[in-house]
């Protein structure tokens, strides 16, 4: 799988904070669920197109 999110923006984003480096495969996990999630409900209302109102 390849990586959906990017770290420098994960890092830019969370300026004031330290990230663990286990952090990055935890959010990018979480994303993939996600994008999963939405598609399977775009799927599920014969749709291709996921929207904002899939997640």
């Not at 399977?40 to 209302?45: D, F, K, M």
């Amino acid at each position: 799988m390849a990586d959906l999110i990017v770290k420098a923006a994960v890092k830019e984003k969370l300026d004031d904070m330290n990230v663990a480096s286990d952090f990055y495969g935890a959010l990018d996990n979480e994303v993939d669920e996600l994008l999963e999630d939405a598609a399977a409900r775009a799927e599920a209302n014969d749709r291709k197109t996921v929207q904002p109102r899939d997640l």
